[in-house]
């Protein structure tokens, strides 16, 4: 966004960093009932015009470059899943992560949040939940591929495990770092309506963590 006074800019300011996450129907989010995931097709327009952003300020900072490059992966990664409809790679979830819930149940995660047990059925031994055969049993499912979702937490884990992303991050790590203002990109709140982001943000259900 430039400021001006009597046409002249004055000061430029640009995003810090390009993140977004796909709006999903969660139960813990309450929003079953709601239709807030995006097209494919305008999330996709979304993530490129976010990659462009990441692509054209590269940190020098090894931490933020990690995190970039990361966010790289999973940008493309999270369109895939939306436009395939599928698990574009494994998805570890109730094997890498879990969720426990405040009132003791434990999800192999929050997309399908169907509960494994309640660890305060077993004397709050967490062992004896991840071993059931409800744990079992939803292992299994996703392994067998049964369900796809584009959700960032799992997204992130499942793209450390997966060897091929992991070298497509290691490469983004190891590219050389560039800021092209020729190809800077502006966000929407810069008046440019036309943008790609600008777009897909009116999109329905499109949202932009900050
Ligand atoms: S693909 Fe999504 S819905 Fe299926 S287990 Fe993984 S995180 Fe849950």
């Not at 097209?39 to 979304?46: D, F, I, N, V």
């Not at 939803?138 to 369900?147: D, G, L, T």
């Not at 060897?163 to 490469?171: G, T």
């Amino acid at each position: 966004m430039t400021w001006r006074v009597a046409g002249r800019p004055i000061v430029t300011v640009t995003p810090d960093s390009y993140i977004t996450e796909v709006a999903e129907k969660r139960v813990e989010l309450e929003t079953m009932e709601r239709d807030i995931t995006p097209s494919p097709q305008a999330y996709r327009e979304a993530v490129t015009y976010l990659r462009r952003g990441i692509a054209s300020r590269r940190s020098w900072r090894p931490l933020a470059r990690l995190v970039e490059s990361l966010r790289f992966e999973y940008y493309d990664l999270a369109a895939r899943i939306l436009e395939e409809r599928r698990q574009v790679i494994d998805c570890c979830a109730g094997l890498a992560s879990a969720h426990l819930a405040p009132d003791g149940h434990v999800w192999g995660c929050c997309v399908r949040a169907e509960p494994l047990g309640n660890v305060r059925d077993h004397d709050y031994d967490f062992r004896t939940v991840w071993r059931s055969a409800r744990a079992e049993a939803f292992r299994a499912s996703v392994k067998n591929r049964e369900c796809a979702c584009p959700m960032a937490n799992a997204s992130y884990t499942n793209l450390l495990l997966d060897p091929r992303s992991l070298v497509r991050v290691m490469r983004n790590l190891a590219s050389v770092p560039h800021h092209d203002p020729a190809h800077a990109v502006r966000g929407p709140e810069a008046g440019d309506r036309g943008s790609a982001l600008g777009r897909a943000a009116r999109a329905p259900g499109f949202t932009i963590p900050r």
